[in-house]
């Protein structure tokens, strides 16, 4: 099982442009998550998808669209980029109420 | 959603026992105490959880306080590997434990 994998790795953008993190996890889980964390803190939860078909904000979704494709895989969108959200972008999933597994974070640098 | 407080870091050294306590003073009867940890560049990985009792595992040992408000993460016998970052977490799951709230968390030093 490979788990949870996040692409690209990594991503250099300029601002305003747009690009869509991909996720897809191989542990049949429900649900899905996407974290940003920002140097030196914890993580927020910009968007989670608690089940395929549904999609709700977190703490910080401004700038951020989601899509659950399938129950595999979960994708996170900036339309117009911004300096701010450079951060690392983690995707989780989980099954109910159990323990998250995370991949291994997508590494966005916005210029 | 409840959060916690930890201390920002501790030092241990290695093959000493480390326990890092975790204030949740405002936690609610539904919600489960989680431990991740998160190695340098890396995602955060599950440690443990529990809800009242207290819990071990191949990992760690999960020490919960009578009345819930406090909980301490214990390390048998630190390892140089076992330096990362550790987040106590709760997750409410009469909602469905999604929102859940990563803070700092505590920062373990391990000393050879």
């Known amino acids: 099982n490979a788990g949870v994998t996040q692409t690209p790795k990594f991503q250099v953008l300029k601002t305003g442009q747009s690009m869509t993190l991909q996720c897809a996890q191989d542990?049949?889980?429900?649900?899905m998550y996407w974290y940003r964390q920002d140097p030196g803190m914890g993580l927020r939860l910009i968007y989670y998808s608690a089940s395929e078909g549904t999609t709700d904000k977190g703490e910080v979704p401004n700038g951020y669209n989601v899509s659950r494709l399938n129950k595999r895989e979960f994708s996170l969108r900036l339309e117009s980029a911004a300096p701010s959200q450079t951060s690392v972008y983690f995707c989780?999933?989980?099954?109910?109420?159990?323990?998250?597994?995370f991949g291994p974070g997508t590494r966005l640098t916005v210029t | 959603d409840a959060k916690t407080t930890q201390p920002n870091s501790m030092e241990s050294n290695e093959e000493e026992p480390v326990h890092l306590p975790c204030n949740h003073s405002?936690?609610?009867?539904?919600?489960?105490i989680h431990w991740y940890r998160q190695l340098p560049s890396q995602g955060p990985e599950y440690v443990i959880h529990g809800l009242t009792s207290n819990v071990n595992n191949r990992m760690a040992s999960l020490a919960i306080a009578e009345d819930r408000k406090s909980s301490t993460l214990i390390l048998h016998r630190a390892t140089l590997r076992d330096a990362a970052v550790y987040y106590c977490i709760l997750r409410a799951l009469n909602t469905g434990g999604f929102k859940t709230i990563f803070g700092a968390g505590t920062r373990l030093f391990v000393k050879a």
């Open positions: 989780a999933s989980s099954a109910p109420g159990s323990e998250q597994y």
């Open positions: 405002t936690i609610s009867g539904t919600d489960y």
């Open positions: 542990m049949n889980h429900n649900s």
